[in-house]
């Protein structure tokens, strides 16, 4: 079996497995095995190697810009709310940081419209989300509004009703408020943690749980905090549960967060494509996830989620912008430098039959 397929590889008529520029593994192999896939599907041959190039990226990072800055109201308006909301989460945290307390009618009203403004504009928010930096400044407030907001879209898949995908919500903001007590040098280090200091960051669910208890939260809510880090097998802490002993909220929120983290930058490892960390999180190495609940992530956010730069095969550049709603594996794309007859920023529906997403583009091409 060859390394690289010469056009793309696909598990089923919709859903696209890899690209050509990408490897086809013997790893990747197994996770499909694992996930008793059978079959894939390809036009192209497999071959050893990959060879082929794409045309020079210059001035694609301008293309961008400019289409982001088309889009008008609509991503202005989920600009300034996604920035209001950090600022709403960082002075959440100061607040609690300082001994004062916080009320849960008060923060799932601020939930509530964020679950309303996902659901009436997830594609901008979204694509907003994707160009927050999360320096060290705001670290907790944006990784704890980035989880909220992915935890809120995997609620929304799996149809919670909306008291419950509150309740999620809030726990997914607060999942981590714990941290607050730490020194920030322990989770925002590029240098390896001492013993103590690894037991004071696996400690921070407790303190998460402790807080939210003290404050008269939901005791899902609590619960939700103690258990994101409880993984399927039972490698999780700070209790080591499995499987069904881990609340539902607490799966959809450690789905969240691990993506959250792996597609972003830290001072110790460089952020992942969105492209990448899905799949990632699809291999579920060691089964650590709840499978229904990265299947949710998949299908909502497509293999290729939203804000990622990609590679058309007709050798256009562009962005994903949606999730096609009637084929959701094959995302939306907005093709960079094209405009409707009204002057409009150009979006196909990629599919299998027509223009298909060959590779995400790599940072390099973009800059």
């Given amino acids: 079996m060859g390394s690289f397929f010469s056009s793309p590889a696909y598990l089923d008529e919709n859903f696209i497995l890899t690209a050509p520029e990408v490897a086809y ?19 192209g041959e497999p071959q050893a190697e990959y060879s082929g190039s794409i045309e020079d990226a210059a001035g694609v990072e301008g293309l961008a810009e400019k289409s982001l800055l088309s889009d008008g109201e609509e991503i ?9 909301f950090i600022k709403y989460v960082d002075n959440l945290f100061n607040t609690v940081a300082k001994s004062k307390d916080i009320h849960f009618s008060g923060v799932a009203q601020r ?21 927050d930096p999360a320096d060290s400044q705001n670290y907790n407030a944006s990784h704890a509004t980035k989880s909220a907001i992915i935890a809120i879209i995997i609620g929304s898949f799996i149809k919670l009703p909306p008291h419950r995908l509150i309740e999620l919500g809030v726990a997914a903001l607060l999942h981590e408020i714990g941290m607050i007590k730490l020194p920030p040098q322990t989770y925002m280090s590029n240098r390896a943690l001492s013993p103590q200091e690894r037991k004071l960051i696996m400690g921070h669910p407790i303190l998460s749980y402790n807080i939210l208890k003290g404050l008269d939260f939901p005791l899902v809510v609590s619960i939700a905090a ?38 972003s930058s830290r001072p110790h490892k460089d952020a992942k494509d969105g492209y990448t960390g899905m799949l990632d999180l699809l291999k579920n190495e060691g089964k650590q ?19 990622l730069y990609v590679l ?55 800059v």
């Avoid at 309303?116 to 594609?123: F, G, H, I």
């Avoid at 299998?352 to 060959?358: F, K, P, R, T």
């Fill in 25 to 43: 593994s013997q790893e990747l192999n197994k996770t499909l095995q694992m996930w008793e896939f059978r079959q894939i599907y390809s036009d």
């Fill in 76 to 84: 202005n308006d989920a600009e300034k709310f996604y920035n209001d």
């Fill in 111 to 131: 939930v509530k419209e964020l679950c309303d403004m996902t659901r009436e504009n997830r594609r901008y928010l979204l694509r907003v989300m994707k160009s």
């Fill in 226 to 263: 103690l258990e994101h880090h409880e993984r399927e097998n039972g490698s999780g802490y700070p209790q080591k549960l499995t499987g069904d002993k881990i609340s539902l909220y607490a799966k959809i929120i450690a789905v969240a967060c691990s993506y959250e983290a792996l597609t």
């Fill in 289 to 307: 996830y709840d499978d229904t609940v990265v299947k949710a992530l998949v299908f909502s956010f497509s293999i290729y989620p939203i804000g």
């Fill in 312 to 366: 058309l095969s007709n050798g256009r550049k562009g962005q994903v912008v949606d999730v096609n709603p009637e084929t959701p594996k094959f995302p939306r794309v907005q093709i960079f430098g094209e405009l409707t007859p009204d002057g409009k920023n150009k979006v196909i529906d990629t599919s299998q039959a027509g223009i298909h997403i060959d590779r995400p583009l790599q940072k390099e091409e973009i």
